[in-house]
């Protein structure tokens, strides 16, 4: 049985229960479907995120909805966190230079700081 067959079967089905009903109830049926046509003409307007391959009003507005926000969320948060870790390793920590001081061994950039001449000139007045 295909698709049309079934919806011919269930198309008899219900016109065969609409001779069963009274006049009123047929009344009220058809007001209250010609109400729900009304209704679902108007536009309406959304507020909310659009996102990518989504329809314009949020159909399933739940699950999915919510696993989008959540995911892009945490996929800013990570990048937030690799941006702190990157920038904090990235450069030459202060107990590096500290041990260098100590040792001697001058780092080539500790040459270039203004700063440092200053120091030098403070430390050798002592």
Same mark, same amino acid.
């Given at each position: 049985?295909?698709?049309?067959?079934?919806?011919?079967?269930?198309? /008899?089905?219900?016109?065969?229960? %609409?001779? /069963?009903?009274?006049?009123? @109830?047929?009344?009220?049926?058809?007001?209250?479907? /010609?109400?729900?046509?009304? #209704?679902?003409?108007?536009?309406?307007? #959304?507020?909310? $995120?659009?996102?990518?391959?989504?329809? &314009?009003?949020?159909?399933?507005?739940?699950?999915?909805?919510? %696993?989008?926000?959540?995911?892009?969320?945490? #996929? %800013?948060?990570?990048?937030?966190?690799?941006?702190?870790?990157? /920038?904090?390793?990235?450069?030459?920590? @202060?107990? !590096? #230079?500290? =041990?260098?001081?100590? =040792?001697?061994?001058?780092?080539?950039?500790?040459?270039? !700081? &203004?700063?440092?001449?200053?120091? $030098?000139?403070? &430390?050798?007045?002592?």
């Amino acid at each position: 049985m295909n698709e049309r067959d079934m919806a011919r079967k269930i198309t /008899q089905q219900m016109n065969y229960g %609409l001779t /069963q009903l009274d006049e009123s @109830t047929l009344t009220r049926l058809r007001a209250a479907r /010609q109400e729900a046509l009304a #209704v679902a003409a108007k536009p309406r307007h #959304v507020f909310g $995120l659009a996102w990518a391959g989504s329809s &314009s009003h949020h159909e399933g507005h739940g699950m999915h909805w919510h %696993l989008k926000f959540w995911l892009s969320l945490a #996929v %800013l948060l990570a990048g937030l966190m690799f941006a702190a870790n990157w /920038q904090a390793h990235n450069g030459e920590s @202060t107990e !590096d #230079v500290d =041990a260098s001081l100590l =040792a001697g061994e001058l780092p080539f950039h500790a040459y270039l !700081d &203004s700063g440092f001449d200053a120091w $030098l000139e403070q &430390s050798s007045r002592r």
